[in-house]
């Protein structure tokens, strides 16, 4: 059977838009911005963000001003640091077959100081899902780093909380701004449904004709 993907890809669109159909959706992570902890510019503190759990070696909050970055904090007015420290939280969500996740994060290279070597990693349950390709911002500036991972059917971790996790080797590495999103993955099935019904609108138009 021929399928005319110009056809397909409208009656894609089409069920995409129809009430009710989920698109994607981001997850909550409690203090994704690191802005609950209120502080003079220049200044930091040593310990666990709120929502966060710190363990190993120093991290904490820090509000940068335009001498360690360029335009100070992606978003708000801080970032988490990580001098050894790693950085995790359980999420109230857990992994859920047929969705596509992607972790999201900045990653900032102070002016003052060389980048430390650093990960960001995605968690369900006692299990590593994936973790992040390490990019290089420019000195002063911050880049994304995106971890992304597909649960199928028949994932072993499925139903397991998901977990956010990341940190860095000295020297001290800024993070800001951790977000989860989420995407469905059609079942074949559905697939199957919309290849049937590209087709069927291709028929109908050769009829009319």
């Keep these: 059977m021929k399928v005319d993907m110009r056809l397909l890809s ?15 959706e981001s997850l909550f992570i409690e203090n994704a911005g690191f802005e609950h902890e209120q502080m003079p510019d220049g200044n930091y503190f040593i310990g666990a963000a709120s929502g966060w759990t710190v363990t190993e070696g120093l991290g904490g909050v820090f509000n940068p001003t335009a001498y360690h970055f360029i335009d100070e904090a992606p978003e708000g007015l801080n970032t988490a640091w990580s001098h050894g420290a790693v950085f995790s939280q359980v999420l109230d969500d857990v992994l859920t077959v047929n969705t596509s996740y992607a972790l999201s994060i900045e990653i900032g290279d102070r002016l003052d100081m060389n980048l430390g070597d ?14 992040a390709i ?16 597909q649960a199928l059917v028949g994932d072993p971790d499925a139903g397991s909380a998901l977990m956010i996790r990341f940190g860095s080797a000295s020297p001290t590495t800024n993070f800001d701004i951790v977000r989860l999103n989420t995407t ?23 009829r009319s004709r």
């Design 184 to 206: 469905i993955i059609p079942a074949p099935g559905s697939l199957a449904l919309l290849v049937f019904a590209a087709a069927g609108v291709r028929r109908r138009r050769r």
């Design 10 to 24: 409208a009656v894609i669109v089409s069920v995409i838009g129809l009430p009710g159909h989920v698109q994607a």
């Design 118 to 131: 650093y990960f960001v990693e995605l968690w369900a349950g006692d299990s590593k899902l994936a973790s």
């Design 134 to 149: 390490p990019v290089l911002p420019e000195s002063g500036g911050f880049s994304t780093v995106i971890v992304t991972y």
